[in-house]
């Protein structure tokens, strides 16, 4: 429902079977600063769009999960209503367990604020849950990108008797072996990838990490998968497919395909924050979030 290749920072993801309809991570955000420069008009009001159809999607959902507490994944009202969890069953990533202590902090905020309201809060980390023939299973939690500086999150599996997704939420790669592992072990045939971070390539992300992620791509590849949606940190490099063209090179040879989430909900892609200065260079309007957001959203 948002996504990087969106033009937002999130990659909730809204996947429906015979039996249940699960909305992970219901939530999106803006990059604070790029470039130097604050979000852009043009970026907000695709944010607004977006949180919209978030909330259509939460609301219409029998399941909520939260893969971890980071602000592009989990909204604690302070964009989208906390009331889109009325009536839910919810399933969550550990608030103590494996956790940094910033995520800590906002578990416990988030948590206290959504009991009073869910059916059912569960925690995720390791757990798999049947709804008639529709399974989800849970990894165990996986460092949150290349090392668990910034915490943990849990990879989802969503499967039918027709068909299986993987989401595998902040992996940035995915770079280490306990983040593959699951998506390979699952043989989805569908897998839902947040890419190696390659527009921090040298600062925060380092080539050793960008081939660890390349070969693990193509070990996921060498697997069930039919198509990888490669999107979410990916998205925010411009060159982002000359970063890890043998990638594409090598699905393609195997009758596989890598795309955006954008390419496969029939959108174009627009990577609003990575074209940031751009806009700016066109229209220097700095955006704002309206003052009744909420009644814009309802």
Do not use: W
Not at 214 to 227: A, G, P, R, Y
């Amino acid at each position: 429902m948002a996504f990087d290749s969106f033009g937002v920072r999130s990659q909730s993801t809204f996947i429906e079977t015979k039996d249940a309809k699960i909305h992970i991570d219901p939530a999106v955000s803006l990059a604070p600063s790029r470039y130097g420069l604050p979000p852009h008009k043009r970026e907000v009001d695709r944010m607004i769009e977006c949180a919209r159809e978030i909330m259509k999607y939460a609301k219409e959902s029998d399941i909520i999960i939260i893969t971890h507490y980071h602000y592009d994944h989990h909204d604690p009202g302070k964009l989208i209503p906390i009331d889109i969890y009325k009536g839910k069953i919810v399933y969550v990533k550990h608030p103590e367990h494996k956790i940094n202590r910033s995520q800590m902090i906002r578990a416990s905020r988030f948590l206290s604020m959504i009991k009073p309201l869910v059916k059912i809060l569960e925690i995720a980390d390791g757990k798999e849950v049947i709804i008639g023939s529709t399974r989800i299973k849970f990894s165990e939690p996986v460092p949150h990108g290349v090392n668990d500086r910034l915490g943990y999150v849990v990879e989802v599996s969503i499967s039918d008797r027709e068909d299986k997704i993987v989401y595998t939420s902040d992996v940035e790669g995915p770079a280490l072996e306990e983040q593959v592992n699951f998506i390979i072990n699952e043989k989805p045939r569908i897998a839902i990838i947040d890419g190696p971070m390659t527009y921090m390539l040298g600062f925060r992300y380092s080539k050793k990490h960008l081939d660890a992620s390349i070969e693990n791509l193509k070990k996921i590849i060498d697997s069930s998968v039919e198509k990888i949606i490669l999107d979410h940190h990916f998205m925010r490099d411009l060159k982002y497919r000359e970063k890890i063209i043998n990638v594409y090179e090598y699905a393609e040879n195997r009758n596989a395909r890598v795309i955006s989430a954008a390419e496969f909900m029939g959108r174009d892609i627009e990577m609003l924050e990575a074209l940031r200065d751009k806009l700016y260079e066109k229209e220097n309007t700095p955006g704002q979030i309206p003052e009744n957001i909420r009644e814009i959203l309802e």
